[in-house]
C-alpha cells in the first residue's frame, strides 16, 4: 500500500506562486513517471505536468513557462512550482504516481488532492 500526501496548496492572488507537494510513503520498489492533474468545478479532470524517472518533463499548453515540476527522488517526493498565477488555474490539483511495489507490479495512486483558490 502506497499513501501519497499532498500539501501547499492555498488562496493566492493573481500573479502569485505556491509550491504544491506530494509525498509518497509505503511499499515502493521505485517510483516511475508522476503526474500532476487539475480538475476545476464542473470540469474534467486535466493533465498539468509529468516527469519520468529519468527527469524529462512536459506541461499542458496552458501552463508552460509558468509551472515547473520536479522531483527529489531520496524523499520520494514531486513539487509543483506554480508562478504567475490565473483566476483559471484554480482547481484541485491531483498528483498521481506510478511506482513499482517491492514484487514488482506496475501500480499507480493518487493523491487526496490540494485546492488551489487565484483571485483575480
Known amino acids: 500500500q502506497v499513501q501519497l500526501v499532498e500539501s501547499g496548496g492555498g488562496l493566492v492572488q493573481a500573479g502569485g506562486s505556491l509550491r504544491l507537494s506530494c509525498a509518497a510513503s509505503?511499499?515502493?520498489?521505485?517510483?516511475?513517471?508522476i503526474h500532476w492533474y487539475c480538475q476545476a468545478p464542473g470540469k474534467q479532470r486535466e493533465l498539468v505536468a509529468v516527469?519520468?524517472?529519468?527527469?524529462?518533463?512536459n506541461y499542458a499548453d496552458s501552463v508552460k513557462g509558468r509551472f515547473t515540476i520536479s522531483r527529489d527522488n531520496a524523499k520520494n517526493t514531486v513539487y509543483l512550482q506554480m508562478n504567475s498565477l490565473k483566476p483559471e488555474d484554480s482547481a484541485v490539483y491531483y498528483c498521481?504516481?506510478?511506482?513499482?511495489?517491492?514484487?514488482?507490479?506496475?501500480?499507480?495512486?493518487w493523491g487526496q488532492g490540494t485546492l488551489v483558490t487565484v483571485s483575480s
Open positions: 509505503g511499499s515502493i520498489f521505485s517510483i516511475n513517471a
Open positions: 498521481n504516481v506510478h511506482y513499482l511495489d517491492p514484487g514488482f507490479h506496475a501500480l499507480d495512486a
Open positions: 516527469i519520468t524517472s529519468g527527469g524529462s518533463t
